[in-house]
């Protein structure tokens, strides 16, 4: 039995197939120990199935590749699985950054559905039982993975029309629907192409497996406008939820003579209210029989969807959906799917199924893959720039040094320093990067690429010892490649000029002006040795345009951004750069200690209205300490969506 999905993972470039395990199913102490020390024993977690197929279609389509992939998953839950194969093959949850639809939308030939298929629902509808299958399309452009957004576009107080079918002009506020339906399906996945004229009994050998599929449709477009659009009341965007998994046949009961689907469960819940409960023994026509009626018409093939209809339920919730709605399908022995409504699909919506092993929150994603980036890369290095490179990062207990010192290592470095005031604060600091990096991109615990050590930065003599301790001592090459300085004081703020106290003013010169430069100071003797290094420290776009009230800290970087262009043009014939960032709020401890109304000042000036993230700011750092900026020096590089373009 494989249970296939696909995912965004951490480290890796594109969607990737895998199988999904529950943790249950692992028997090796190494890797119960991980998911314990991970603290992730209640998630599912996955086998990474790419070394043998890329796509569920191609997996599916045959037997010898399938054979491969239950291999494989029999390994990782065996009870004799070494280092080297957990991080080859097992992605834990903390990995994976998105479940995706099972099967793509450019995977998907044909996406069938069958109407009045349950006797219960029949019943229900006082309509008679078919006497042969009422088939109707979607189309693959319809498919969303777990965790996407169902786009309402419902109309407003204001708006002149109830659905989209009214007028054949475009509407104010881009109405579609006000009647959205939600209904489960047990959703058959074709795996190898089904001969014509298929009879039933041989139909399984070309079922590859069954997945859960939500039938979203507005219900006053397939049946009010027009006499009745079926079409654009079916086909939507975002009106074919599939997922999490496609699980195989053999994992089903087969001799029930129903394809192993003659007495599943099924149910949808919205928020968390059962709107439909029945089983698929109340299925007029089986999954076999479905198959081999569809193959007197045409020819069916690796990838093809048929939704076998729905079970009875209430629908009174179809003239109030809102926003923010909860629709969860589940069907035994494959899964839940769950999906959000949203206004748009350009709406933003924190759901958890779609990462980190379908409960645990993690924000900032896309609600519809088709919006935005192909997939969530901010925080992923796609390769590795920096190998073997040792780098300092000055300010890495916390905030944007942390964050950056964990891309540095993503990318590459060998070994990464942190240098903060607290040794118990870099010490847990490195101890926590060691598991980030691990959990991240590796899959095993790492060991020896972080080190803490407490230094102040305004101090001269002592920064200067610090470094030789870190070339003669921590540097396994004697080399420092990389100074990242991100050490920094905001000062009291909210203060007019007239109203700051000069030691104020002195504490964060010393801090955010002399401690770049000492900084500089001694790493600049190691690189200018070994003709090589790139030096990145961190200004502000206050520095550039200054902030009222912010006197000090705008001085502060306004020099370092000065600091940065005289050492970039010094040294620009040694094999050294040195550049800066100005990034406007980025969301921090720092930013957090800040008073509400000084942030709300300087976000309020940001044209994408929102701070920047960690990760946004590390990748940039990424790139300008890579060998591939070579050819930028004394440069400060904008961050501020779009506050400051020049």
């Not at 997922?243 to 009961?253: A, H, R, S």
């Not at 022995?333 to 929150?361: A, F, K, Q, W």
């Not at 007019?496 to 002195?506: A, C, G, L, W």
Request: some cysteine; overall charge negative; glycine content about 10%.
């Amino acid at each position: 039995m494989v249970r296939i999905a696909r995912a965004i993972i951490a480290g890796r470039d594109g969607p990737t197939l895998v199988a999904q395990v529950s943790p249950s199913s692992f028997q090796s102490t190494d890797v119960l120990s991980l998911i314990a020390e991970k603290d992730i024993s209640s998630d599912n977690q996955f086998v990474i199935l790419s070394s043998i197929a890329s796509t569920a279609t191609e997996l599916l389509a045959s037997d010898t590749l399938l054979t491969q992939a239950r291999q494989i998953v029999d390994k990782a839950t065996s009870d004799s699985v070494d280092h080297s194969f957990v991080s080859k093959y097992i992605a834990f949850s903390p990995q994976v950054r998105r479940i995706l639809a099972p099967i793509d939308a450019t995977d998907c030939g044909k996406f069938i559905c069958i109407g009045m298929n349950y006797v219960d629902h029949c019943t229900e509808q006082n309509a008679p039982i078919p006497t042969v299958p009422l088939v109707f399309n979607k189309f693959g452009s319809s498919i969303v993975g777990p965790g996407d957004g169902i786009p309402l576009y419902g109309p407003t107080s204001s708006s002149k029309v109830a659905h989209g079918g009214t007028s054949k002009c475009l509407d104010d506020g881009n109405v579609v629907t006000s009647k959205l339906d939600f209904e489960v399906e047990l959703g058959i996945v074709i795996g190898r192409t089904v001969p014509r004229f298929t009879p039933a009994s041989e139909a399984c050998d070309y079922i590859g497996g069954y997945t859960v599929i939500h039938d979203v449709s507005a219900r006053d477009l397939q049946l009010e406008a027009n006499g009745g659009q079926w079409l654009i009341g079916k086909c939507g965007d975002g009106y074919a939820p599939t997922g999490p998994v496609i699980t195989t046949l053999d994992e089903f009961n087969l001799d029930d003579k129903k394809g192993g689907a003659g007495d599943l469960q099924i149910e949808c819940r919205l928020n968390a209210e059962a709107v439909q409960s029945s089983s698929t023994s109340n299925l007029v026509f089986s999954t076999p029989e479905i198959v081999s009626y569809l193959s007197k018409f045409m020819t069916l093939e690796s990838g093809d969807i048929i939704a076998t209809g729905t079970p009875p339920g209430k629908n009174d919730w179809i003239d109030r959906q809102i926003p923010s709605d909860v629709v969860e399908c589940e069907i035994e022995g494959i899964g839940t799917l769950r999906n959000t409504v949203v206004d748009t699909v350009d709406s933003v919506v924190e759901s958890p199924e779609s990462v980190r092993g379908y409960d645990r929150d993690t924000p900032e994603r896309s609600t519809n893959p088709r919006q935005g980036p192909p997939y969530h890369s901010v925080g992923l290095p796609s390769k590795q720039r920096l190998k073997d490179s040792v780098c300092v990062v000055t300010g890495g207990a916390r905030g944007l040094g942390y964050g950056i010192a964990l891309r540095l290592a993503a990318e590459g470095a060998k070994t990464v320093v942190l240098i903060d005031m607290k040794q118990q604060d870099v010490t847990e600091a490195a101890s926590q990067l060691e598991k980030e990096l691990g959990s991240a991109f590796d899959s095993v615990a790492t060991s020896g690429t972080f080190h803490g050590l407490a230094c102040d930065v305004t101090d001269h003599e002592r920064m200067k010892k610090t470094f030789d301790h870190i070339a003669n001592v921590i540097s396994p090459s004697g080399r420092i490649d990389i100074l990242v300085q991100a050490a920094g004081i905001v000062g009291e703020t909210n203060l007019k000029t007239h109203e700051v106290k000069p030691s104020n003013f002195d504490a964060v010169m010393n801090v955010n002006v002399k401690g770049i430069l000492y900084g500089c100071q001694a790493a600049l003797p190691y690189m200018l040795e070994q003709k090589y290094g790139r030096i990145v420290n961190i200004a502000s776009i206050a520095g550039k345009e200054g902030n009222a009230g912010m006197l000090a800290y705008s001085t502060s970087k306004a020099a370092v951004i000065g600091l940065t262009k005289t050492i970039g043009k010094e040294y620009a014939l040694e094999g050294i750069t040195c550049n800066c960032i100005a990034p406007a709020v980025v969301r921090t401890k720092m930013v957090a200690d800040m008073p509400p109304e000084q942030v709300r000042y300087m976000t309020e000036k940001i044209p994408m209205k929102r701070c920047g993230k960690v990760e946004e700011i590390a990748a940039l750092v990424a790139y300008a300490v890579s060998e591939e900026a070579g050819f930028t020096t004394g440069f400060c590089f904008d961050a501020t969506g779009g506050r400051s373009v020049y």
